[in-house]
Nanobody, 121 residues
Framework: QVQLVESGGDSVQAGGSLALSCAAS????????MGWYRQAPGKQRELVAM???????TYGDSVKGRFAVSRDNAKNTVSLQMNNLKPEDTAVYYC???????????????WGRGTRVTVES
């Protein structure tokens, strides 16, 4: 069974930086895409950043130029470096993985439980 576990959530001041990490565990052979979504109170879950197995990245418009996503394919981990944080970045950040080929199952989509980021003004 595949599990995604996030870490790194914290409370920071506006303008500060924070790094999130996510590790996928289980008997995993490959993961197509890994990345992050977030959900703020009262809002829908939105894309933060995704990275493909080849290194191609996609960012949500609100984080472009401030956040950077990276992954380690060998370790099945994905990280999110968040700089120049703003109060509107406050949310629960969820790690996600698409098309996870593992034993005994293949998962089209897997999610972590989330880690909370609070940015104080």
């Amino acid at each position: 069974q595949v599990q995604l576990v996030e870490s790194g959530g914290d409370s920071v001041q506006a303008g500060g930086s924070l790094a999130l990490s996510c590790a996928a565990s289980g008997t995993i052979f490959s993961i197509r895409d890994m990345g992050w979504y977030r959900q703020a109170p009262g809002k829908q879950r939105e894309l933060v950043a995704m990275v493909g197995s080849g290194g191609n990245t996609t960012y949500g418009d609100s984080v472009k130029g401030r956040f950077a996503v990276s992954r380690d394919n060998a370790k099945n981990t994905v990280s999110l470096q968040m700089n120049n944080l703003k109060p509107e970045d406050t949310a629960v950040y969820y790690c996600t993985a698409n098309d996870v080929i593992s034993r005994p199952h293949r998962y089209l989509e897997a999610w972590g439980r989330g880690t909370r980021v609070t940015v104080e003004s």
